[in-house]
């Protein structure tokens, strides 16, 4: 049998629609979604301490700072579920960040299959950020426009409300497309240095985004 490529790193401006892409994915190959924005948020309504901490960063549209970051994604990754492969979608963000999931693999024998990277020109983003609404309790992610909720209001996935995230306000999703520039794009060459990078357009419709990483993701491995 075809081997299923099961260690995949999601990567993309803000917007580009790697949270939406990443449930199918994980529905299509049975891999956790692990999103660090989605754990950063349960640890911030719930205000633990590791919730204090990044709250500041968020809100303002910076970085959280790679090591504690770096600390909550190796934990993640040493459950039960991730034995079978996962899904990154939001980390690595920095180089140091790549740095420590390459090694953090290496010493457990273990290697990624593919960085996909969801390509959106910026003059895209801020109409998908300020459109976005987002469910709390399961991390799914709609637009007023491109991407409604069968209810006004509510989650399609999980009957909860959805809501407007505080930093996707025009001020501060600018201050992340230059965070993004500056801090994540260089990753786009770390993992072309690697022979890891794949890439599919982003602007197309969102199923037909789906259908071009299917693709992608039968032909790597
Ligand atoms: P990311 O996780 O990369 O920040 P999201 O998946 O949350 O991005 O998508 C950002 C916004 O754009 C959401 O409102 C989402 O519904 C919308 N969106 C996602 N993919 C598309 C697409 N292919 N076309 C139009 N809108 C999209
Ligand atoms: P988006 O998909 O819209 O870019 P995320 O939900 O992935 O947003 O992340 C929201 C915020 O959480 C980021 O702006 C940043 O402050 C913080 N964050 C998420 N992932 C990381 C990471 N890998 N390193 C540092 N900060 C992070
Ligand atoms: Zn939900």
Redesign the pocket.
């Known amino acids: 049998m075809e081997m299923m490529p099961v260690k995949i790193v999601l990567l993309g401006p803000?917007?580009a629609g790697?949270?939406t892409q990443a449930k199918s994915i994980s529905n299509r190959y049975s891999i956790p979604h692990i999103?660090?924005?989605?754990i950063?948020?349960k640890n911030i309504s719930e205000e633990t301490p590791l919730g204090i901490e990044?709250k500041t960063?968020?809100d303002n549209?910076?970085?959280?700072p790679?090591e504690v970051?770096i600390n909550m994604v190796k934990d993640r990754l040493t459950w039960e579920d991730c034995k079978n492969g996962y899904l990154l979608?939001?980390?690595?963000?920095?180089v140091a960040?790549a740095e420590a999931l390459q090694e953090f693999l290496a010493g457990r024998n273990e290697s990624l299959d593919t960085a996909l990277c969801i390509e959106v020109p910026s003059d895209f983003i801020l109409e998908r950020?300020t459109g976005r609404r987002v469910c709390l309790s399961c991390g799914a992610s709609y637009h007023v426009k491109f991407n409604p909720p069968a209810v006004d209001g509510v989650c399609d996935l999980c009957g909860d409300n959805i809501i407007q995230r505080k930093?996707d306000v025009e001020e501060t999703v600018k201050e992340?497309l230059d965070v993004y520039e500056r801090q994540t794009q260089p990753l786009i060459d770390f993992y072309k240095g690697k022979n890891l990078l794949s890439t599919v357009d982003g602007t197309k419709a969102i199923n037909e985004v789906f259908e071009g990483i299917c693709e992608i993701l039968g032909s790597v491995n």
């Open positions: 803000p917007g790697k949270g999103s660090t924005g989605d950063f948020r990044a960063y968020i549209g910076q970085l959280v790679d970051t979608d939001g980390f690595p963000r920095t960040q950020m930093d992340r």
